[in-house]
Structures are given as C-alpha cells and as structure tokens.
C-alpha cells in the first residue's frame, strides 16, 4: 500500500514539474541561426510556386506528373529550414496554408512543405534540431514553425532508437525517445494554444501517437483532421498506418478501412479524388503484407495477384504517375514477376523516383533485368525462414547427407533446420557475438561456428565445435581478432578458421580436431581475410581469399609462416574486394564473386572463371551485380551458377557462356549467403532481410534446361 502510494505521490510530482516548466523543454533558449554562407540569399514565395506550376505543366518528359513539383516544393522548403531564412518560410507556409492548393494526387501544398521541412540532413542531431528550434524562437505565435519543431523532435526520437551504437545502452535509447516523443507533444500542445484548426496538427499527432501506440488517440486526431478538410488525403494515409498489423492492428484492419473509409466519412460518396485515393491506399500498404509462403497460417492479408490488381487499377486512376510506376516495378522486382517489371519499365522510362525505389543502384538493377534480350526463368521459394527481429542471415550449411540445415544469424544463435519436415528442430545459442561463418565435418559429426563482431576492432573471436548428435558444445577456442569463417578438410581431420579486423592482424588458425591444439599464421594486418578451402589429395593447400586477391597456401607451419603459392595475376583496384568463391564439383574451375567493399557503395561486381591448375583466368561477366556479388553457389553438374548480391536477387548463370538464364527474386535486402543440397533438389538463401528462402532448385533448372536453344544443351 505504502509503496502504491509513494509511486503515485512521484508521478503526480513529475507531472506537475512538467506541466511547470514544459516550455523549457523546447529548448528554444538555447538556440541559435544556423550557419549560413555569407552572400546567400532565399528564394522568395512567388518564385518558389512559379518553379512548381512550372514542373506541373511540363510536357515534355514521357510521363509527366507532380513528382518533379512536389520535390521542388520539398528541397526549396528544405534550404529555407536548413540556412534560418525563417521570414521566407512564414510566407511561402502562408501561401501554401489553402487546403483548397492540392497536387493530382490529393496531397496538399502544406503537407508537402512539411514533408520538405523535416527532410533536411546535416551534421549531428543536435544542429538537425537547432533550426527548427531558431524558427519557433524566432516566430512563436507561429503555429507552422511549432508543428514542423514538433515534427522534428518526433523525427529524432525514431532516429535515437534506431540508431547502431553499441555505445548507447538499449535503456538509454528508451529515455532518449521518451524525451523526444514529450518534446514533440509539448510543441503540438504548444500550436494548438496558438490556433486550434489548423489541420497540421492533427496530422502531426496522429504520426506522434501512432509511433506510441496509442490508437484511441489516433482516430480522434483522424476524426477532427478529416472534420477540417474531409479530402485530406494524408490524415486517410496516416489512419491506414495505425492500423497495420505491426502498429497493433488486427489482420485485415486496415485494408477493410481503406475500402470503405470513401462511403463513411466522405459527405459525397461519388467523390471522384476518392476513388483514385483508395487504390493508392492499397498499394501503399499492401507493400507491407505481401509475402511468398505457401502456408496460409503465415501469410497475411495479402497476396502478389491482389496487390497485383491493385496497382492495375492506381495506374488506371494515374496513368502518367511515374511515382507509381517506380513503385509498381519494385514489387514486382521484388516477387519475381518480371513480365510486369519489363512492362513498366518501358513506361516509366529514365524518370526514377527515389521516394518510390530509395537506391538508384536498385533502379539500374530493375532496367538491366528488364531490357535483357532473352525471357529469363523465375521461381518463388517453397519455404520461408524467419530470425527474429534484427537478425540478419549471415551462414548456410548443409550436413554432408542433405538431412540438416543449419542457418547462422547475426545475433550469433545457430538454427538447425530438418530439411525432411522444412521445420526448424533445434535452436543453438551465440557467444554474445555475430556468428560469421558455419561448417559441418565432412562425416556430418561436428558443426563448427565462427563468431566476431567484424564492426568492433577491440572485439575478440571465438571459433565453437559441437556435437550434432546430442547438440552439446565440445570444444571453444578463443581469437585475438574476429573471427569470419571456418571450413573443415575432406578428410575431417583439420578445421580452417580465418580471423581478421580492419586495424588488427589477419590469422588463420589450422585446428587439430583431433586435441583440437591449433597453429596460429599471420597473414597480414587489417586485411579483408574470408573463406578458406582445404584442397589438394592430403588437404595440405589451403585457398583464402585475401581482399582482391586468392591466396593458394600450403597448411603446414614454416619459419615464414604460411607459405603463399600462387595469387591472383589480374590487375584489379584493391576496392573491389573478393566477397565468396567456389571450387566446382569437377574442382577444375574456381569462380569468384567480386564487389566494393562497404556495403554500401554502387560500384559495380562481376563474377569470374579461373582454372585452377593452371591459376589463369577462363571466363568473366561485364560489370553487373551493383554494389557486387556477395554469395556463389554451383549446380551438381557443374553447368550453372547461382549468384546473388546487393540487387537482392539471386541470377543462376550458365557457367559456359557466363548468361543469365533465371532471375530468383523475393528478398528485400542484399543477399548474404547461398548453399545448395547435397542431392540438388533445394538451393537456400540467406539475406540481411532476416529472412533464409528455401527454392526448388531442381525445379529452376529443369526449366531453365527447357528454355536453351537445342545447339546449347
């Protein structure tokens, strides 16, 4: 009781201490004008809306629509924010501030320009906030400048608790936001004093609250924006959000809302902006259920045909929409459907949307498949594998007689897979690091796992052996330096394990399974060092993959170290590192998947043919693969190769002409890892997407052989 009292005792304290001095939690005292270059001067109002008028009434682009006005209305908005010309940010937000200046689309010129507003990226957090705070300083009566100060902090608080920083314990992060998320609340109260109808605000709240979870919140805010203006397209949007299942909404909520929303808070049920406003509705957020699993108890609402239909009637509502367009053309990407991604490709043309795609390197991606001169195979996985939330796929590994399945994620669990059932059998827990790099002993009795946290340079590795019979851990042994992958020798007498980090030394360990005693080589200091293959009648070669270079070393300890045998001989710039290889079934051929080095960038990849008794090149692709290729996989037969990388696609190639011959597509992050099964009946995916797709290899491949000119067969 005494306890209950106190606690109640401290909340009325803190709320009255808020309600006290929640001004000053603006912070507004504290800021200042934000750096300007001397000489820089600000477009006016009048010029700002002549430069948009003049975008919507281009004609001369293929698909002209409000795209290139809405940016324009953004990044001038944007350079007013970012350089304290707050005078000139009072006028054009009057100016905007009719709910009756509306783009094609339903959106309004005000709701652009605070999109706009809090699109500004400089420096810290802290010199992020500070020009809005100066705005609110500088005008507070100003209900815009306390809707965008509002909008801002709500903007840092998801960034805090977003952010990677190991520094920041996941506590410190939940009081960060808390602040923020107050912050945002007080300067809404803060333009409500000031004029309560303003539309903005009940927009503004409707994200805040939607973000807190709290829904009753949210359909009042709904309810007074569309009471204000019943055609405000972005309050249904916003309503559509808090409704998704990963806001607490129940399965099919939202969807049922977009669909009969028009009828219910429309005065005229035949609004013609609304009949083009729900299709846009459900393509928006169908984005977020469409998913390829057979199973119906784990998929969602939605499926490719329905989201399919939907974009067929959006593109008939918009038909010069090159927004929509861009966007049709991802998910169709994205669910392997490449005759819709040919289709609106050659609509849309060069006019890429950023809002729609976010990476250009991905838009390039989506033009290359679809202009291709031959119709490639495509597939949809028969199984998905989900880790838990932020755990990319990092491994894949098949035991020896194709039974298990073990899935490495970032998070440093192992999970072991039984390929006869597709069901997960058996859990294995992490070392508090990423687990890097798997491998099952060629008689099936050990499963080796590498962990490190490559990110952290003062990080330790460990190299973990355990038993697949009773899945006990055997044997764990610690490395000064991250460790990045382990192999086992053909005859199960040795392990490899590489360990590296980009200020450290780059070793690699050869392990006597036997007593499990170790002999340490250094190979070089803050090297890229991945990927050893034992090789040769006695395994006593060792192949790594040393940045851009293959290393062929002899495994047994000398007073040099390692010795290095052979290197790559191509002139190749040190950035475009070496991602994965593969030794053929024939061991004839060494393929090798190339890309620049931080994830990343958008240099190109390409993958290339060496023959391995000679160590000369054979074969090699055009650049292709933006942003490289990061995972390799051989077919039993030696005939093809299934590659996959940043475009998020895996490209199964014909290993004799180096074509394309089937695009696999599904995943919605870089692809991390490939494995085929022993028997070649399943090829398995992983990716950063957290997600592992197990395909029907033998299926793909059958087809693809049907589809060869006869001559190439």
């Given amino acids: 009781m005494m306890k209950r009292l106190v606690t109640t005792v401290l909340v009325f304290v803190l709320g009255l201490v808020i309600a006290i001095y929640k001004d000053s939690l603006l912070n507004l005292t504290d800021s200042t004008r934000p750096d300007r270059p001397k000489g820089l001067t600000a477009p006016t109002a009048d010029q700002i809306l002549t430069e948009v008028r003049a975008a919507l009434s281009n004609k001369k682009s293929l698909l002209p629509d409000e795209t290139a006005a809405v940016a324009a209305l953004r990044t001038r908005t944007s350079f007013l924010v970012q350089y304290g010309f707050v005078d000139e940010l009072e006028e054009l937000a009057a100016r905007v501030h009719s709910p009756d200046l509306r783009f094609p689309s339903g959106m309004t010129y005000l709701n652009a320009f605070h999109e706009g507003a809090t699109s500004i990226g400089i420096g810290s957090d802290e010199t992020y906030i500070n020009c809005f705070r100066h705005w609110a300083k500088r005008k507070p009566d100003s209900v815009t400048a306390h809707v965008a100060l509002a909008n801002a902090y709500r903007k840092w608080g998801w960034h805090t608790r977003a952010k990677d920083d190991v520094s920041v314990s996941s506590s410190g992060k939940t009081l960060e936001f808390n602040k923020r998320m107050l912050q945002s609340q007080i300067a809404l109260e803060k333009a409500e004093k ?111 045909p329905e989201l399919n239909a939907a974009f067929r ?110 069901r997960p059998a058996v859990r294995l827990p992490g070392e508090n690091l990423p687990a890097n790099g798997i491998a099952f002993s060629p008689d099936g009795r050990l499963l080796g796992v590498a962990h490190g946290d490559l990110s952290d340079t003062d990080s330790h590795g460990t190299a973990a052996f355990w038993d697949t019979g009773r899945w006990g851990k055997i044997r764990t042994l610690v490395t000064k330096s991250e460790a990045s992958s382990i192999t086992f020798s053909d005859n199960g007498a040795k392990a490899a394990v590489t360990a590296y980090s980009d200020t450290g030394k780059a070793e690699i360990h050869i392990v006597d399974l036997k007593d499990y005693r170790r002999s340490t080589h250094t190979v070089a200091k803050g090297v890229h060092l991945r990927k050893p293959s034992f090789t040769g009648k006695n395994s006593e070669m060792l192949i790594t993959a040393v940045h851009h270079t293959i290393n062929v070393n002899t495994t047994s300890p000398s007073e040099s170290g390692i010795h290095c045998v052979g290197t790559n001989k191509w002139d190749i710039s040190c950035y475009s590192i070496i991602w994965d290889y593969e030794i053929s079934p024939d061991r004839e051929l060494l393929a090798v998947g190339r890309g620049p080095r931080w994830v990343d960038d958008q240099e190109p990849g390409r993958l290339e043919l060496w023959r391995m008794k000679t160590w000369e090149p054979v074969r090699l692709t055009e650049a292709d693969s933006i942003g490289g290729m990061k995972a390799l996989a051989w077919s039993l037969d030696g005939k093809y190769l299934f590659a996959g990388g940043q475009d998020q696609v895996i490209t199964v190639w014909e290993a004799k002409s180096l074509k394309k011959r089937a695009l696999l597509a599904g995943h919605r992050a870089a692809i991390t890892s490939l494995t085929l099964s022993p028997n070649g009946k399943y090829l398995v995916s992983g990716s950063y997407d957290c997600r592992a797709f197990i395909w029907d290899a033998a299926d793909i491949l059958a087809r693809v052989e049907s589809t060869r000119p006869p001559l190439a067969r």
């Fill in 313 to 422: 009637d959006a593109t008939n509502a918009w038909p010069n929409s090159a927004r929509l367009l861009n966007r049709y053309a991802r998910m169709a990407f994205q669910t392997g459907d490449l005759d819709v991604v040919r289709e609106t490709v050659r609509l849309v043309g060069n006019q890429f949307d950023r809002s729609a795609i976010q990476n250009e390197w991905l838009w390039k991606a989506y033009q290359d498949y679809a202009t291709l001169p031959d119709r490639l195979v495509s597939a949809h996985p028969v199984k998905i594998f989900e880790t838990d939330a932020w755990k990319a796929v990092t491994d894949l590994a098949f035991s020896k007689d194709g039974r298990v399945l073990a899935v490495a994620d970032h998070g440093g669990d192992v999970s072991i897979w039984n390929m006869e059932t597709l």
């Fill in 194 to 304: 000031i004029s309560d109808d303003d539309v903005q605000i009940d927009l503004s709240r409707m994200w805040l609250m939607t973000g807190l979870g709290k829904r009753g919140a949210v359909n009042d805010a709904f309810k007074a924006a569309v009471k204000k203006d019943p055609n405000c397209l972005p309050a249904y949007l916003a309503r559509t959000v808090s409704l998704l299942p990963l806001n607490g909404g129940k399965s099919g909520e939202w969807l049922e809302f977009a669909r009969t929303a028009g009828p219910k808070y429309l005065p005229d049920t035949g609004n013609a902006l609304f009949a083009r406003i729900v299709p846009a509705i459900q393509i928006d957020f169908m984005s977020y259920d469409v998913a390829w699993n057979p199973e119906p108890d784990q998929l969602d609402t939605v499926s490719w």
